[in-house]
């Protein structure tokens, strides 16, 4: 099994951005301090999770494990970043956060496309993608809006992000769960 097909992990990643949207949506009020260490964590989890799995061979050579590692890095660095400097500015973290996502929303449609061939629904991971995209766009757009406002646009992109990776988990699952069953649903059938 690999990251890419492993609704295991895909389920991880999208329960984790599920309880860090929640978290944000309950205290808005969050200091800058919080929503620092609670991004860094997550950011920091999930680049985490995606190099290890990268390495670890669960991704076929060839079939996106560059853009995995690279994800997964960009991650990696983006909670770092945030840990380094608690007391950086709201505008310095929005402009983290927007980066991080657009650079990650480009490699998940990436990975989206490259697995066109390979799964179904292939397209939750690239509309994923998008809205990270979108979202950091967004972002950039509105530094001005103030801390309360990011963290409401932050937490409702998490639990946009996190419904979009579950949705893709469990079409992950019954792929699994019919190809143990004797049929080969893994990939487009034959034209």
């Known amino acids: 099994m690999n990251l890419l097909t492993d609704w295991r992990m895909v389920a991880l990643r999208g329960v984790a951005a599920l309880a860090f949207g929640l978290l944000t949506l309950i205290w808005p009020g969050l200091t800058l301090w919080a929503l620092v260490v609670v991004f860094g964590a997550y950011a ?96 950039v757009i509105t530094p001005g809006d103030g801390a309360l406002v990011i963290t409401w646009l932050i937490g409702w992109y998490a639990l946009f992000f996190g419904v979009m990776l579950l949705s893709l988990a469990f079409r992950l699952r019954r792929i699994e769960t019919d190809a143990h069953g004797g049929a080969t649903s893994l990939g487009h059938a034959p034209a």
Do not use: C, K, Q, Y
Request: hydrophobic share 65%; no cysteine; glycine share 14%.
């Open 44 to 139: 920091l989890v999930d680049g985490v999770v995606v190099v290890g799995a990268a390495i670890a061979n669960r991704v076929p050579v060839g079939r996106g494990r560059g853009w995995l590692v690279f994800d997964g890095i960009v991650g990696i660095a983006a909670g770092v970043v945030t840990f380094a400097w608690p007391d950086v500015t709201a505008l310095a973290l929005l402009f983290v956060i927007a980066a991080w996502a657009i650079i990650t929303g480009v490699v998940e449609v990436a990975t989206a496309i490259e697995l066109r061939r390979m799964i179904h629904n292939e397209w939750l991971l690239g509309l994923g993608g998008l809205a990270s995209v979108v979202f950091g766009i967004l972002l």
